[in-house]
């Protein structure tokens, strides 16, 4: 589930529990007081009840009229020429008795307390009756008042341990849910700083932190990657420098002792001159021709070799080339065969392009290996693409190796048991392709065969 969606429901969720069991609580409290303010009746009420009767009252019942009376909350003093004849007060008479009396019901207010009086005859003797009502109205909203202030003040304690209680559970299930991923990427990190690439994150849950650990798992295998390649690349490096001391030393050698030879009167014909200074040209060309590639090669890792480049027919270029190889091969036992039926227009440095076709030259001289060597390149253009080949008739190479054919200082042959070579040459083709704005793919097609692509520029 989305974490932004999670995160709402939850916060929502908490707000609405809170919002229900304030309400719920809030109905309870409000129930209660109107429960208890209907079951009690007013001191009004209590008087009109009472005075009623009062009013009524007939005979010489007494206890039946203080009971009436006592339902209303009242009290009883009947006398006769001042003389008790029944009674529920429990408090002194006298300012009861002070009131006036008439046939009437008359209502008097004595202090906090109302009195009902009332003269009546019965049984051939006059009568007074008094009801007593404590008037305790004003006492009683108070008391409901401060009823009341306390229900709030616990409704308010309940909501808020409520509210509080809610939110601790649902801010522990969200810290939870971000806390679950960061502590996973946490100790990916520590991982990957003890050295262990190897070791992905499993993270099930929001899709954020889902593309967040997966992110995190690529990163960790582009390191890992990147690793790898730095520790091939320092391994092929160390080599490449004792190769190349190896190759610089052997015409070294070759040249010294030559040259110590002629120096030391061993060439001591002018035939022997001649050859023993040809194999000195010879072996400085070798030497000529490998500092030559260190230089590109370090010129165009450093981005500082210049390009100028312009629009040609690729066709045109390709066959002059190919004329001048197989001129300068002829002693050897090579064939060019060339298939381009159509103009090839786009954009290159000439001279980078001539060392790209030199290297390929170089590279199915060494390692073709068959007794004929026959190089074939073919063109074509593809919507806003012009294509080429070079394919040689060689042995090719094994599959799992071909990736790392445009690699620097990758060769085939790690033991130089077969053939010299640096691991340069197909490292800097590419490089210059992609400063040329193509690229270029190899495969096993008999042979090896390279597939070049640069962008058409026709001319305008």
Request: with cysteine.
């Amino acid at each position: 589930m989305n974490l932004q969606k999670r995160i709402f429901r939850l916060n929502m969720s908490m707000l609405i529990i809170s919002l229900v069991a304030m309400l719920g609580i809030s109905v309870y409290v409000v129930n209660n007081l109107y429960l208890h303010r209907s079951s009690q009746m007013t001191s009004s009420q209590k008087t009109a009840a009472s005075q009623t009767s009062v009013e009524q009252f007939s005979g010489t019942d007494f206890a039946g009229l203080a009971n009436q009376l006592a339902a209303n909350g009242a009290q009883l003093y009947i006398s006769h020429n001042g003389q008790t004849v029944y009674s529920t007060l429990q408090e002194d008479v006298e300012d009861v008795t002070n009131v006036s009396v008439s046939q009437t019901t008359h209502i008097s207010y004595v202090e906090d307390e109302i009195v009902i009086s009332r003269e009546m005859e019965a049984d051939g003797k006059s009568y007074r009756i008094y009801a007593l009502i404590e008037d305790t109205e004003d006492q009683q909203e108070i008391n409901e008042f401060q009823s009341f202030l306390l229900q709030i003040a616990v409704i308010g304690g309940v909501s808020i341990l409520l509210i509080v209680g809610i939110n601790f559970i649902f801010t522990k299930r969200i810290l939870k849910v971000i806390l679950l991923p960061l502590d996973e990427l946490h100790r990916g990190v520590e991982r990957i700083q003890d050295g262990n690439y190897q070791t992905p994150i499993h993270y099930q849950g929001d899709r954020e932190f889902e593309d967040l650990t997966q992110g995190f798992n690529q990163m960790q295998k582009s390191l890992l990657e990147t690793k790898e390649q730095n520790e091939r690349y320092e391994q092929n490096r160390t080599q490449m420098v004792a190769d190349i001391s190896h190759d610089l030393r052997t015409p070294l050698t070759s040249i010294k002792g030559y040259a110590k030879g002629i120096l030391d009167g061993v060439a001591n014909t002018e035939e022997k001159k001649k050859q023993y200074l040809s194999i000195i040209y010879q072996k400085s060309q070798v030497m000529e021709k490998l500092l030559e590639k260190l230089f590109v090669f370090s010129q165009l890792e450093t981005d500082k070799l210049p390009f100028d480049c312009r629009n040609v027919e690729l066709r045109t270029v390709l066959q002059e080339y190919v004329a001048e190889k197989e001129a300068e091969l002829a002693d050897e036992k090579i064939r060019f065969e060339v298939n381009l039926p159509e103009e090839l227009p786009t954009s290159v440095d000439l001279v980078q392009f001539r060392r790209i076709l030199d290297n390929l030259v170089d590279n199915a001289r060494k390692y073709a290996n068959v007794e004929q060597l026959v190089l074939t390149i073919e063109g074509w253009t593809r919507d806003n693409q012009v294509i080429w080949t070079f394919a040689d008739n060689g042995h090719g190479v094994e599959a799992d190796k071909l990736p790392a054919l445009f690699d620097e200082f990758y060769r085939v042959d790690q033991a130089r048991q077969q053939v010299d070579g640096h691991g340069l040459g197909l490292s800097i083709i590419k490089n210059i392709m992609t400063r040329l704005g193509g690229s270029v793919e190899v495969a096993n097609q008999g042979g090896l065969r390279f597939t070049f692509f640069l962008p058409r520029k026709d001319a305008r």
